[in-house]
């Protein structure tokens, strides 16, 4: 089970969920320990290039931005340009709709 176990039953469940991610990959865009809120990703809606999201890529759970978009699958990338690699739009878990300064 990894950091985002709980928070992705919460988002499967159609529930939307708060945390406060711990690390700096999203910097500028997110620090580290900032209240983040995320809402569940709904069946047919399609989050797109530029949003970040909870995505699980390769077993690893990730709160990053979505880089590119291609055949069902998703890019996923930090803030720094790092690729962690495309996934299957089904494992986007969550969109972030709000960040508290």
Not at 24 to 38: A, K
Not at 85 to 99: I, S
Request: with cysteine; aromatic share 6%; charged share 20%.
């Amino acid at each position: 089970m990894g950091w985002a176990a709980p928070y992705i039953e919460k988002l499967r469940a159609g529930e939307v969920v708060s945390f406060r991610p711990r690390g700096h990959s999203m910097r500028p865009h997110m620090r580290s320990g900032q209240l983040v809120t995320l809402e569940p990703i709904l069946a047919g809606s399609a989050p797109g290039v530029g949003d970040i999201v909870l995505a699980r890529v390769r077993g690893a759970d990730y709160l990053h931005f979505i880089g590119a978009v291609r055949d069902g699958q998703v890019l996923i990338a930090n803030a720094h340009g790092h690729e962690n690699g495309w996934t299957a739009r089904e494992r986007v878990l969550g969109k972030v709709c709000a960040v508290v300064e």
